[in-house]
């Protein structure tokens, strides 16, 4: 009998599948650590590897692309806001008149779990963070069906810093395809989560794949181990 017939029949394919799976895992996180490895000391910041990691450090990312683009009239867009922090701190570090701030998400939390995080972790109540500032807004609800439309209002034409913090693989990919029409040469793409393998990293390696590697995704940097990246577009 041939293989996959007799895979079925025996339902031996249901085992395999079983034993198999954790490869995947473990074969995702070396090639994340080969892109570790490839990206050591390069990047405006780079603490790998930094016995004492903590999560504030992203900041140090975020502050060294600031350095630049403070004075500069940007769009900066972020998928996945929570209490909104970092939108907040872009747009109180960048003050310039003519940029624009939007944030995506559903502030009732992750759609699925994530990490040892629940479905649901991060719900704001459905509140957008208090933010007094005519140039921040947001967009409340699922990516899947907001994004598209959304995005048919937004402007593109100064350059565009898009924070990707959704953690999930799903939502992330989601996103990317949707902004790939919208992506040029000088825009910054960072990630939060990026040592999340078989997430956001996932996520841009199955995208980079799909899109041919249309775009060089120039490393500029990154902190905690890898944890948040930034790639600016050439
Ligand atoms: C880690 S939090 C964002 C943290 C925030 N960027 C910060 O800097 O503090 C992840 C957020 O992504 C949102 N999110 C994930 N997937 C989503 C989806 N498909 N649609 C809407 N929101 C989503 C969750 O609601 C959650 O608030």
């Known amino acids: 009998m041939p293989l996959h017939p007799f895979l079925i029949k025996t339902n031996l394919y249901k085992f ?4 198999s799976r954790p490869f995947h895992h473990v074969y995702k996180y070396m090639t994340y650590l080969d892109f570790a490895s490839k990206n050591k000391g390069k990047g405006l910041v780079n603490d790998y590897y930094y016995g004492a990691a903590k999560y504030e450090n992203r900041y140090q990312l975020h502050d060294k692309l600031l350095t630049d683009l403070k004075d500069e009239a940007i769009y900066y867009y972020e998928f996945g806001v929570a209490n909104g922090d970092m939108i907040r701190h872009w747009s109180s570090v960048n003050q310039v008149e003519t940029s624009q701030f939007v944030g995506f998400d559903s502030f009732e939390g992750l759609p699925e779990s994530w990490e040892g995080k629940g479905k649901g972790h991060f719900d704001q ?10 140039r921040v807004r947001f967009v409340k609800g699922w990516f899947q069906q907001s994004v598209y439309n959304e995005l048919l209002n937004c402007q593109f034409d100064k350059r565009c810093v898009y924070h990707l913090d959704a953690d999930l693989f799903s939502s992330t990919l989601y996103v990317l395809f ?3 029409p919208k992506l040029k040469t000088g825009d910054i793409l960072i990630f939060d989560e990026f040592s999340s393998h078989d997430h956001e990293f996932e996520a841009l390696e199955v995208f980079k794949k799909c899109i041919n590697e249309q775009w060089n995704f120039k490393f500029v940097g990154a902190v905690n181990n890898y944890r948040q990246v930034a790639f600016s577009l050439e």
């Open 16 to 19: 395999i599948a079983r034993v």
């Open 125 to 134: 109540a459905g509140n957008f963070p208090d933010i007094k500032d005519a």
């Open 178 to 180: 949707h902004l790939h």
